[in-house]
Each structure stands twice: as structure tokens, then as C-alpha cells.
């Protein structure tokens, strides 16, 4: 497969020291551990590559040379996670064909290990998602939805922690308001709450009672907004503390590199987004050293 890494590798040695209140709670080692995280979001259903006609993005993207990049990433550290911002549905035939079912199961051939739940994912309504969640092998994370009194009501968490090296990293999930932007009979008696309530919780969980070294929000809010009043990933960042790193998605945001902003306590955040479609692999590399300090480095891969 021929892939081109584009933009800049951005490496900031010391930059996280402090990040997101990174401290490390397991047994001081004198060797840096390096965690790889990978994600997409908004693939919207795009299997195969784009056609080679397309006036934007002709013969980029495609499950197969996703699976490639991430296999031989994988090769390098084994120490990857592999996650989704949400819409992974909606976009192409193969999801009026086939309802999902082929997505999740790729995205299982893949190895993915959690995903959040975008707007487009209720296009088939709560049952339509119900139904396809005996074909996904990786969580599906939503701590802000509550499905109760709903056919998918125990279907999701709202976090998980993985522990890669000794290393405690704690993903949760965090969704857009319904209204407005799905109709009604579409998500039934799902409540949209909180986001930063919510976060807040899925924060203090995460750091004081399940002792994570990294925490990390897959958001489906969107990068920003000319709004100020509406809920971003930028204003998630700003308005809650201890995240170290926000995966976004619903605005399709080409980012050049991963943002850098602070919270409410003044740490920095990393807020990333790889755009729509599947065309791009984000990848953030934590190198957590209880010695020399933090830091972090940053690639996008183009497929």
C-alpha cells in the first residue's frame, strides 16, 4: 500500500508534563512507555475507496488500506488503541443494503476497541442500531444517552479502561443533542444529557475511583462553533478537567494537527479530528516517562 504521512510529525518533548493531570499511578520504571492511540470518525459508511472521478478525495480512503496502516502500526507498538468518534453509519448504498452490519463487522475485522454514537447511527431508529450490536466485538460507549425504556437500554457503557504496559487509560463516550437533528421516532425515549455534567462524572470515575493515567473523550459534539453558547469539543475542553485527550466528530473537521487548549485548571488538552469519510487514520503517540516527564507526538495518515 502506498500511504503518505502528512503533516507535520509534531513532537513537543516535555509538552505534556502535567497534561490533563497525567500522573503516573502504576510502579516508576526508569524506560519510557510509549501508548498509541488511532482513530477515525464520521466514515459514514464508506467501505471501499472514493472513485477515482471524485473532484475532492478520488481513490482515497477504503477499509482494506485502513486495515494495512493499522496492521503495520500494530507491528511497530503493541501497546494501540483503536477508536471511533461516531456516524459510523449513513452515507452509502451499503448501508441502505445492509443496515449497519457490514460496518460493524469490519470495524470487528479491524480490532477497533470502542466507539461513540453519532447522530446518523439512529438513522435506523434505536432498533435498527439494537440490531446490529450482536456484530460489534469492540464497546460502544455513550455515557450522555440514556436509553432507558428503549430496545437499546443495556446495550452500551458509558466508559471502559484498558490497560496497555501497566498503563490505565479510561475511554468514554460522550453524544450531540437529538433534537433537531433526528427525528423523534427515530431515538424514541432516549434522554440527551449533560454534556459537561456528564463529563464531569465520567472524569472524577476515571481518575479518583478507577486510577487512569490517560483519560480520553470520544466526543460526537463537533470541533466548533461561531455559537459560543453551543457545546463544542473546544468548549468541553475549557469547561471540564482532567481529559487528556478529545477524539472528535459530527463537523468533519480536516484539523492540520491536533489542537492544543487548556482546561478549567489550566492543563492542556489535545483535541483531534480526521475530517469524514475514512480517508484519514489519526494518530496520537503518548510517551509517558516517570523520569524525564511527557510527552507527545502526532501524525495523520492519509489512505
Known amino acids: 500500500m502506498k500511504r503518505r504521512h502528512f503533516i507535520k510529525q509534531t513532537a513537543a518533548a516535555g509538552s505534556l508534563i502535567g497534561l490533563g493531570g497525567i500522573a503516573m499511578s502504576t510502579t516508576p520504571s526508569p524506560s519510557k512507555k510509549q501508548i498509541t492511540i488511532l ?8 467501505i471501499e475507496p472514493f472513485a477515482a472521478n471524485d473532484p475532492k478525495y478520488a481513490n482515497q480512503g477504503g477499509v482494506a488500506r485502513r486495515l494495512t496502516l493499522i496492521n503495520s502500526i500494530r507491528e511497530e507498538n503493541p501497546n494501540v488503541l483503536l477508536l471511533d468518534a461516531g456516524d459510523i453509519f ?7 443494503f445492509y443496515g449497519g452490519e457490514l460496518e460493524f463487522k469490519l470495524m470487528s475485522m ?8 453519532g447522530n446518523h447511527d439512529f438513522d435506523n431508529g434505536v432498533g435498527g442500531l439494537a440490531k446490529q450490536m450482536p456484530h460489534a466485538s469492540f464497546e460502544l460507549l455513550s455515557a450522555n444517552y440514556d436509553f432507558t425504556n428503549t430496545i437499546m437500554e443495556g446495550l452500551t457503557k458509558p466508559y471502559r479502561v484498558f490497560v496497555k504496559e501497566g498503563i490505565r ?9 437529538l433534537e433537531g437533528l433526528v427525528n423523534k421516532r427515530q431515538f424514541k425515549e432516549t434522554k440527551h444529557l449533560d454534556p459537561v455534567e ?10 479518583e475511583e478507577e486510577a487512569c493515567d490517560l483519560i480520553i473523550c470520544l466526543s460526537h459534539l463537533g470541533y466548533d462553533y461561531s455559537n459560543k453558547n453551543r457545546i463544542s469539543d473546544l468548549k468541553l475542553a475549557a469547561s471540564t478537567k482532567d481529559i487528556d485527550l478529545i477524539i472528535g466528530g459530527h463537523t468533519h473537521t480536516f484539523l492540520d494537527k ?8 489550566g492543563n492542556i488538552v489535545l483535541v483531534n479530528q480526521v475530517g469524514w469519510g475514512g480517508i484519514q487514520v489519526g494518530r496520537v503517540d503518548f510517551h ?6 511527557n510527552e507527545h507526538t502526532s501524525t495523520f495518515y492519509n489512505i
Open 39 to 46: 482513530h477515525t470518525n464520521d466514515v459514514h459508511s464508506h
Open 110 to 117: 479491524l480490532g477497533y476497541d470502542a466507539a461513540t454514537i
Open 198 to 207: 456528564l463529563t464531569d462524572d465520567m472524569t472524577r470515575i476515571l481518575k
Open 258 to 265: 491536533p489542537t492544543i487548549t487548556q482546561n478549567k485548571e
Open 90 to 96: 449513513q452515507g452509502t448504498p451499503y448501508f441502505n
Open 288 to 293: 509517558l516517562d516517570p523520569v524525564k516527564g
Open 169 to 177: 487509560i479510561g475511554v468514554f463516550g460522550i453524544g450531540i443533542q
